[in-house]
């Protein structure tokens, strides 16, 4: 694992020590979490790109936007009425800059689920802040990884399990989530490659040929234009997630737009 990973689960193994009690009770209520799927294959029935939008003040060592609550739920709110399926919300506060703040502003002015991105490795981060979407990394999860998934679902998260090679693939789909994610960044060396998706997405589609299941496949990270969209739903990606490039842009409601009116 590349020493920044390694830096943040380490500040993230700190951080999790110094929580004393959790702040929700759970299982908490997840309206929302049950349409992420059929909103996603309904965006694709209607010509349109499943785009999860990331709320993403910074990148480890490159700050890209100052996004306080306030501006975490107007940009929210901008990427929603572009038609953004989902908002992802970095909450990791060191390498990322992100807030919990951050993520129950969004989920206050926004009415589709909304996905907590961070480095879960301790299962009392689930009664941090409430989400819709929960995400799992399992590469930093490994034997952890299906406990961690139950738990998720328990507690009334829909799991979004990140892969990035056939053997952490292997073992997500040997999972409950539904929503698989393939990260086109590397955590080893923090390349990003969209043949990540070219390779892994007809993996889980033959998996789900064989076993009659129906995952969702999330291609994340990476994607910067309408040809790199077209490229992984092509191969097989139900939806994206995008960050920087959404984030960086002057006009947050043209930049997603674009996105959602990729196959046009
Ligand atoms: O964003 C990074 O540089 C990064 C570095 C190391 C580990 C994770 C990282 N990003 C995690 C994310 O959740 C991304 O923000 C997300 O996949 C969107 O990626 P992008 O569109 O490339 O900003």
């Given at each position: 694992m590349h020493s920044v990973i390694q830096e943040i689960v380490q500040a993230t193994v700190e951080r999790t020590a110094?929580?004393?009690?959790?702040?929700?009770?759970?299982?908490?209520?997840?309206?929302?979490?049950?349409?992420?799927?059929s909103d996603i294959r309904q965006k694709k029935a209607q010509g349109r790109v499943p785009v999860i939008a990331e709320v993403k003040p910074a990148s480890p060592g490159k700050k890209l936007r100052d996004i306080s609550p306030a501006?975490?739920?107007?940009?929210?709110?901008?990427?929603?009425?572009?038609?953004?399926?989902?908002?992802?919300?970095?909450?990791?506060?060191?390498?990322?800059h992100g807030s919990t703040g951050n993520l129950e502003a969004v989920r206050k002015n926004?009415?589709?689920?909304?996905?907590?991105?961070?480095?879960?490795?301790?299962?009392?981060?689930?009664?941090?802040v409430e989400s819709d979407l929960i995400l799992l990394i399992a590469g930093i999860l490994g034997s952890d990884l299906d406990e961690m998934v139950n738990i998720a679902i328990s507690k009334g998260f829909e799991p979004?399990?990140?892969?990035?090679?056939?053997?952490?693939?292997?073992?997500?789909l040997k999972t409950k989530a539904q929503l698989i994610g393939i990260n086109n960044r590397d955590l080893n060396t923090l390349e990003i490659?969209?043949?990540?998706?070219?390779?892994?997405?007809?993996?889980v589609r033959e998996h789900d040929k064989n076993n009659g299941s129906g995952h969702i496949i999330i291609s994340e990270s990476g994607i910067h234009s309408t040809d790199d969209i077209r490229?992984?739903?092509?191969?097989?990606?139900?939806?994206?997630?995008?960050?920087?490039?959404i984030i960086k842009s002057d006009d947050i409601y043209a930049k997603t737009k674009e996105f959602v009116d990729a196959l046009d």
């Open positions: 110094r929580m004393e009690y959790p702040k929700i009770r759970t299982p908490h209520s997840n309206s929302r979490t049950k349409s992420i799927i501006d975490a739920s107007h940009i929210a709110s901008e990427m929603e009425k572009a038609g953004a399926v989902a908002i992802s919300v970095l909450t990791e506060p060191e390498f990322f926004v009415s589709i689920p909304v996905l907590r991105k961070d480095f879960i490795i301790d299962k009392i981060q689930f009664d941090e979004l399990v990140e892969t990035h090679n056939i053997r952490e693939l292997e073992e997500a490659n969209l043949n990540t998706t070219l390779e892994l997405a007809p993996v490229k992984v739903i092509g191969a097989g990606a139900d939806a994206v997630l995008v960050g920087t490039s």
